[in-house]
Structure formats: C-alpha cells, structure tokens
C-alpha cells in the first residue's frame, strides 16, 4: 500500500480518533492543574488537587472500596466463569438456550438491571433473598441498605450477576479451541481432571484470562451507574466507588469543582495502568513466545 493511500484510508479515523479521545484526555490533565468552576476560566494551582485529594480520607475509602470491589468480582468471575463453562461444553445440544439465558443478565442495561436486582433484597418489592433467609431460619435479615458490608456484599453480587456471562463467552469459546489430543494425553498419563484443568486447559485459555481481567478491571474501576440504585447511601455508609466520588464533587449541587474532578480522573488512570501492568506484561510474553 502507497502512503498516500495509507493517509487517505487511516487518517479520519486518526482524526477521529484525536477529537474524541486525546483532546479530552489532554484537557483532563489540564484541568486538573486549575482550579475550575462551571462558567468560570480555569485558575493555574499546580499540584493543589492532587495533595488535596490524597490527603482527602474519603476519597482514599473510596479507592480501598473500589480496588476490593474490583479485584474480588475479578476472582469470582474468573473462577465461576471457568466452572460454568467447563459444564456448558458438557451440555451438547441444549448449550445455546442454557447460554442464551445467561446472556440475558448481561444485555440489560446496567442501571435498570441494578434496580430490579435491588427488589431481590427489598421487602417493599417482595425481597425474594429476605424471604428465603427466613424461611432457613434467619428471623432477621441484613438491613441491606443501610449496613456497610451487607450493602457491599449485595453490590458484589450484582457486578458479578451482570458480567459473568462475558467471561463465560470468551471462556466457553477458548475451552472449544482447546486440542482434544493435549487432554487425551494427559488422561493416558493419570492425570485427573482437576490435574487436566491445572496443567493443560487453564494454561491454554491464559490470554482469554488475561483478556477478562483486563476489561474487568477497567470496568471495575469505572463502576457508577449500578450503585445509585444499590447504595443510595454509599457515602455515609462508606462504599462510595470512586466515580461516584468524582461526581459528587464535581457535578453534585454546591461543588461542582472540575479541578479536583478531573485530578481524581487522572489518578484513576494511574491506578488502572498500575493494576494492569501484571496482566500486559503476561501478554506481551506469550506473543513473543508465540
């Protein structure tokens, strides 16, 4: 291919590409160096967001909710991604309706999905989870929304209801692409099956694992919209995720400071690079392997 025909084809998509990501993010980093109003040009700070932020205890809470919350629905979608797929591949013809069925949890609408997993967990709703606690003998249930781990058990388990099914996708897709031979091979040797899954399937699917931790840390970090339904009361209950932080101080009535928004937003970056460094590192060293 000439170059100019490589500028005409990849140029507006490069354009494109700088408008809506790179100026953004430029302005972000400028920002966070101001001091910023709504309606208001920015004032030259340096550094004054940042030390106020890091020395700011709740949004150092937030970051400790945010990271736990992320890195445990990292393992458990991980693990119970893995297991579901394993007896998916068992189950032959009936797969795509059992499939389609777990795909449902996944391609409703985030918000919507974490208000109607609310009502499990709501007596004014039917509260299907308090009504069976009780009927195993739990007379009084957890106050859900009003107590700190209860209220952070229930968010877990929404993120993790909401995107399983990605990882059984990819996962049920790279256990059909394993070779037949490696598992034969190892079966004649005396593996068991937890050996067969440890030794031979688990490193096969290495990239998929590393490609769901990627996208789950990503979206784990950037978690917003499912905890306005499932902790109206996160700030006092002390599971504000970090984008909630960001919006309750700059957009929420009487803040509305797009300095320190955007200095939060900055060190959010940071620690999304710092999280995935393991799982980039991993994967760059299977390419050169390969």
Known sequence: MRRKEFVLLVGPSAVIMIGLLVFPLFQTVVWSLQKVTYGTPGTFIGLDNFTGILGDSRFREAVLFTVGLTLTGLVLKLVCGFLIAVLLQRVGRLRPMFLGFLLLSYI?????????????????????????LQHVGVSDPPLWFADQWPNRLMILGNIVWHELPFSILIL??????????SIEAAQIDGANWFQQQRYVVIPALGPLLGFISLITIMDGLRVFDALVPLAPSAVSLHNESIMIYVYNIAFAAGTQNLGVGSAVSVITMVIIAILLVPFIRQTYREARGA
Do not use: H, R, Y
């Open 108 to 132: 409703v609408p985030t918000v919507i999905g974490a208000t109607a997993f609310s009502w499990l967990f709501d007596s004014n709703f039917g509260g299907l989870i308090n009504w069976i």
């Open 172 to 181: 049920l897709a790279g256990l059909q692409g394993i070779n037949t031979e």
